[in-house]
């Protein structure tokens, strides 16, 4: 952690469990972020940076802000804003994302001006919605970030721009593409497979319905179009889930065939809780 300032990792009863180290000075040979080796009671996957200390006001106010790193916690609670987590520099994993769930129903992802960071990292939207998690999301003007943002503006301005440019995960994504969705055709449709795809993974079919129809008037397309394709979707995660499942049921039976039954089952079982 040479080089580094460190933060400490609690678990959600606040204990500390292991720590993370943001480099001080840009290195493009480093990593932004470093970790604690994972150990027993440490899971990087299954953590969320602050979450101890959020988890009440992330009940309070039914909104998990999520972000990338510490200092951005860090520096939210210093602007009076205390529902936030941050991912730790990591992917989403389904654990971070059961772990919001169990506090709140809705996330606001805070994403740093850069176009070509956030087009990498919208995979993230898609496993919030499989999560049953309702996603909206705040783009920064370029160059700015949750971290420096509060210090340039003030605490009260930067509350009332999350509240004024936070926007649903549909509209995140059109704006984000606007300017190639209208200049090229191609890229249009390819958008709108993408809307689809996300909306796909709501399990709420209400919600589904609901999103579809938004979507319809937003990308100016008609609705049975878009719901022939979003039908065309779900059948598509039908299929790929029904092959999880079995490859699963075919690992558990080559362990069974090479143990035993009883020691099999016994060795699944720790498989699944690590």
């Not at 150990?39 to 998990?64: E, W």
């Not at 205390?82 to 730790?88: F, G, K, R, T, Y």
């Not at 075919?250 to 039954?261: F, I, R, S």
């Amino acid at each position: 952690f040479r080089g580094r300032v460190t933060f400490t990792i609690h678990n959600v009863g606040g204990k500390p469990i292991g720590f993370g180290a943001r480099i001080l000075k840009k290195d493009k040979n480093q990593p932004k972020y470093i970790n604690s080796p994972e150990t027993p009671v440490y899971h990087k996957s299954d953590v969320l940076y602050g979450m101890f200390q959020a988890k009440q006001a992330i009940r309070n106010t039914g909104n998990c802000y999520l972000v990338e790193g510490y200092t951005d916690v860090v520096s939210l609670h210093l602007s009076g804003i205390e529902n936030v987590v941050a991912s730790s520099g990591t992917s989403l994993t389904e654990g971070q994302i059961k772990l919001i769930k169990r506090f709140a129903d809705q996330v606001t992802v805070l994403y740093d001006g850069d176009p070509a960071g956030i087009k990498a990292s919208l995979r993230g939207i898609d496993l919030l919605l499989e999560g049953g998690l309702n996603v909206k999301a705040v783009v920064f003007p370029e160059g700015e970030d949750p971290d420096s943002s509060p210090q340039k503006v003030g605490s009260e301005a930067f509350a009332a721009y999350l509240e004024e440019k936070s926007r649903n995960f549909i509209g995140f994504k059109i704006d984000l593409y606007r300017d190639e969705m209208e200049s090229d055709p191609l890229k249009k449709a390819n958008l709108i497979k993408e809307v689809v795809q996300s909306i796909s993974k709501i399990p709420d079919p209400i919600l589904r319905s609901v999103f579809s129809k938004e979507a319809a008037g937003l990308l100016e397309i008609g609705e049975d179009i878009l719901f022939t394709e979003l039908n065309k979707s779900l059948l598509q995660n039908q299929k790929q889930e029904a092959k999880k499942i079995t490859q699963e049921k075919k690992a558990e039976e080559a362990v069974q065939d090479l143990l035993g039954p009883e020691r099999a089952t016994s060795d699944i079982e720790i498989l699944r809780i690590q």
